[in-house]
């Protein structure tokens, strides 16, 4: 069992998928995730549809906007309202993106954060305010990023367990994140998955890219996964064990029984893990 009494493979929310969902639950999906941005402000049928989907299945919010490591004030009037929220649909889970995404205005990207101790100490403060105000652990997801911040005292890998560690907060692991970055920026991805602090993650991604070249992939959520990927999530079981793991897909979106296959192949390389456990410890 997971540390949010939540397991299996989930599918992010869009509204374009409400309706089919409704008329046709697939007994892959075990849980959903949402950007809370897109839901806090439903009202009328909306608000019903998704009151369908909160009361059925468990739920977890991966924010796209409290940019954590921006230099703007912490938004907490949004913290507030996100917490009355996650009350009312009990939803289990708080992520948002180790990243910065407005400065002085919303800059309509995710950035990378210097990898500095100053930055360190700067996040990790702002990550324990919003526990403070939500009331609960949250998450930070490792990003994708195409340039490195002009200025670094230390690696991704450092800068990913220092903030975690000094701000005490969950992982939120993204294979596909990983991935993206091992091509744009020349590095291992195995042997930066290795490095990561199992003991934090509390759930995953996986996701499809668009390659714009042989060495640059733009990480758009808007295709299939790839077998690289896939064989990325299955080594992040090999060293950590199962997790909870999400399909992204936010463009292009493909019919509904592609999406169930996709999430389908997470629940299939779950179940093998466990029969391999089995086998071995028999």
């Known amino acids: 069992m997971s540390k949010l009494n939540l397991d299996g493979a989930g599918l992010g929310l869009r509204r374009e998928l409400m309706f089919p969902l409704m008329a046709e639950p697939s007994p892959v999906i075990d849980f959903f995730e949402i950007s809370p941005e897109n839901y806090l402000d439903l009202g009328g049928k909306r608000a019903r549809d998704f009151r ?16 954590i490591g921006g230099p703007d004030p912490l938004d907490e009037a949004f913290l507030i309202r996100l917490k009355r929220f996650m009350d009312e649909h009990q ?6 993106h180790l ?4 400065a002085e205005g919303h800059l309509y990207d995710l950035l990378p954060i210097p990898f500095t101790e100053e930055a360190v ?11 403070d105000i939500l009331e609960r652990p949250i998450a930070l997801e490792n990003a994708s990023y195409y340039v ?14 220092a903030v975690l560690d000094e701000a005490d907060c969950w992982l939120h692991l993204d294979v596909n994140n990983i991935y993206v970055n091992s091509v744009n920026h020349g590095y291992d991805a195995a042997m930066f998955l290795s490095g990561l602090p199992g003991e934090r993650i509390v759930y995953g991604h996986v996701a499809g890219h668009d390659r714009d070249s042989t060495d640059l992939i733009i990480d758009t959520h808007g ?3 790839i077998n690289p990927v896939w064989r990325l999530l299955e080594l992040a079981y090999d060293n950590f064990g199962l997790f909870p793991t999400l399909l992204e897909r936010d463009f292009n979106i493909p019919p509904l029984n592609d999406l169930v296959n996709e999430v389908g192949r997470i629940s299939n390389l ?3 893990w466990l029969l391999t456990k089995l086998a071995k410890s028999a």
């Open 270 to 272: 779950q179940n093998r």
């Open 148 to 161: 490195q911040a002009p200025i670094s005292e230390m690696d991704e890998l450092s800068f990913i367990r």
């Open 223 to 225: 295709q299939d996964v």
């Open 52 to 67: 369908w989907f909160s009361e059925r299945y468990p739920m977890v919010a991966h924010g796209l906007s409290l940019n």
């Open 91 to 96: 939803i289990r889970l708080y992520t948002e």
């Open 99 to 102: 990243s910065y995404c407005a």
């Open 121 to 131: 100490h700067y996040v990790a403060e702002r990550v324990r305010r919003t526990q």
